[in-house]
């Protein structure tokens, strides 16, 4: 009985810690924030937070959330590696997607949008609420985002991330010792071998220093963010 009962203990751990969150967070648009914004979303006044986890049956769920304190959401894109194709979706993906190349030439649409961007599109409801879920095989990989409404007072009005780049960088955060992606990034549907896991699960030396990528990837998201902050504002 006693074996038993280890047993069950040891697969409800093991459930649990599959199931746990193994990235997470939340950029705004304050001034030392990580959201380039414009309008009625700056100044602190729009955030976007995301938590990623792989499940028993090894499949990703991307939890995203944008919220503001004013003007509705028309849209908001999310990227993905050009190789990321519509079979690549699962069920339990938020539905209304649409999968393609944006860019701010269509139209004003997406005008605000620094470069064309490759990935999934939805639309607003309406609300300055916007909550989107995306189940795929495909491990995570840092990548973007986009959000757009329309103007305000003359100004158009959209977001994104402020190391905004329409090529995501292909790199397994495992290795990174990171629990939320880099300054300026977001956690996005990447290449399908892209597998990680919290490194306490697999490495016997629980303890150690994080690596020198860590280190030098954190300082340089930062002078990024400082960099392009000083360039936005003097515009």
């Known amino acids: 009985m006693k ?24 950029i705004d648009s304050s001034f030392l924030g990580e959201i380039i914004a414009t309008g009625p979303w700056s100044g602190g006044r729009a955030e976007f937070s995301y938590s990623v ?20 959401i028309n849209h908001l894109v999310i990227q993905t590696p050009e190789t990321f194709k519509a079979g690549d979706i699962f069920p339990g993906t938020s539905g209304g997607w649409e999968l393609g190349s944006w860019s701010s030439s269509a139209g004003r649409s997406n005008i605000g949008l620094p470069d064309t961007l490759y990935g999934l599109k939805w639309k607003g409801t309406g609300k300055q609420r916007l909550r989107l879920v995306i189940v795929t095989d495909h491990g995570p990989m840092i990548g973007s985002f986009f959000a757009k409404d329309g103007r305000d007072q003359g100004l158009d009005v959209f977001a994104y991330n402020f190391n905004f780049s329409s090529v995501g960088v292909m790199i397994t955060l495992d290795h990174l010792f990171l629990s939320r992606a880099p300054l300026g990034f977001i ?8 597998y990680f896991l ?15 990528g860590t280190i030098f990837l954190l300082g340089f998201g930062v002078v990024l963010v400082f960099l392009k902050r000083r360039t936005f504002l003097s515009r």
């Open 3 to 26: 074996k038993r009962n280890l047993a069950v203990l040891l697969f409800a751990l093991a459930f649990n810690v599959m199931s746990a969150d193994i990235i997470s967070g939340r």
């Open 53 to 72: 986890y792989r499940d028993i049956e090894g499949i990703w769920h991307y939890e995203y959330a944008w919220s503001s304190e004013d003007k509705a």
């Open 187 to 194: 956690p996005v549907p990447g290449a399908e071998s892209l």
């Open 198 to 212: 919290p490194p306490s699960l697999y490495d016997e030396d629980v303890g150690s220093s994080p690596e020198p």
